[in-house]
């Protein structure tokens, strides 16, 4: 690390480096240097992340380009160079070391306080899709091949089932079975793509509430953080996300059922904000938002109970039917959007100019 820490161009001398934040994948430090700046810097998690130069390939091209958009500094992320001129190091052990400039008077938020909160959210994705619109997705690295190739992953799924390495098919019958019988709903959003009908854009694929930076005394949004999942996909890639996450009136494993349903009033409030800020997507894209809020949760049920069926490999449990919790949450909250599905439609519809 002290290696690192003396290869970039920091304003100033370097007087401290701490563990920082409540990320779990990449290892994250808050340096401050002689002259009171703060900096964030990262040694990225190879295992997570198979190509590290194509994904920060990636961050550079983006924030380069972000940064000719806006005035304020803060409204996207900036990284700081190393001494030789690149935008991350690499040491001799072959880890990968970036830093950012330290985002003053921010605070990242892990749940929304309101709905604005959430609105705003919206918003700042919104605007992160508005500023890259004219951004030739098409020359961005597929650091995750096929992440949201929902019908690649059912082909992942069935193979799945074929192994039955735990032996827990028998206990899972009704949510396989709930599962396939949506293959082709699944299909949409790919076909849409693959017939030209949807561009290719660029997405975040990581639209968490704490993915966004708030301004501390306004509470307004200020940039969009943790870019290691940049790619190119579909804008309902990333609006879907929010909503199977940030919409849910329940935890992500919640063990009650009965607790978990899609709220209407939040999903409203971050079309309100996500739409409006991105006023050069087509109808076709707005009319795809709650297909993608729908597939999304469903290949995310998918892929949890596909862990679950493989013996709990990829995602980390706390407890052994913790992955088919989750499993059943995310098949809850497909349900409810099915039934919800007309309305969802029909506020994103509002959306289209005539």
């Not at 190509?51 to 380069?64: F, I, K, P």
């Not at 804008?235 to 849910?248: T, V």
Request: net charge negative; glycine share 6%.
């Amino acid at each position: 690390m002290e290696t690192a820490i003396q290869s970039f161009l920091f304003d100033g001398n370097p007087i401290s480096s701490k563990k920082y934040g409540e990320g779990h994948i990449n290892q994250t430090y808050l340096v401050v240097t002689d002259k009171g700046k703060r900096y964030i810097m990262q040694r990225l998690n190879d295992t997570v992340f198979k190509d590290c130069e194509g994904l920060m390939r990636n961050v550079d091209a983006v924030t380069s380009f972000l940064a000719k958009k806006y005035d304020d500094s803060r409204r996207c992320l900036h990284l700081i160079p190393t001494k030789d001129g690149k935008a991350w190091f690499v040491d001799k052990e072959g880890k990968h070391w970036r830093v950012y400039d330290f985002v003053e008077e921010s605070v990242c938020l892990q749940s929304p306080r309101s709905l604005d909160d959430f609105k705003n959210s919206g918003a700042a994705f919104g605007n992160f899709q508005a500023a890259l619109l004219e951004f030739p997705a098409s020359t961005l690295s597929e650091t995750i091949p096929n992440f949201h190739n929902t019908p690649a992953r059912y082909v992942q799924f069935k193979e799945s089932l074929i192994r039955n390495v735990a032996g827990r098919i028998d206990e899972v019958k009704e949510e396989i079975d709930f599962i396939l019988s949506r293959e082709e709903d699944a299909s949409y959003l790919q076909n849409k793509l693959n017939s030209g009908v949807l561009p290719l854009r660029v997405t975040h694929n990581d639209t968490k509430l704490n993915n966004v930076l708030f301004d501390e005394k306004t509470n307004d949004a200020l940039c969009i953080i943790d870019l290691d999942t940049i790619m190119p996909g579909l804008i309902a890639y990333d609006f879907g996300d929010s909503i199977r996450f940030g919409a849910s009136t329940g935890a992500e494993d919640e063990k009650d059922l009965s607790k978990i349903e899609m709220s209407l009033e939040r999903y409203k409030a971050y079309c309100d904000g996500f739409i409006p800020a991105c006023p050069g997507i087509s109808p076709e894209e707005i009319r795809s938002l709650p297909y993608g809020a729908k597939i999304i949760t469903l290949e995310n049920a998918l892929r949890f109970l596909m862990d679950y069926i493989d013996g709990d490999v990829y995602y980390k449990i706390a407890r052994p039917e913790h992955n088919l919790d989750r499993a059943r949450t995310q098949i809850k909250l497909v349900s409810d959007m099915e039934s919800k599905f007309h309305q969802m439609l029909k506020i994103a519809e509002a959306f289209i100019k005539s």
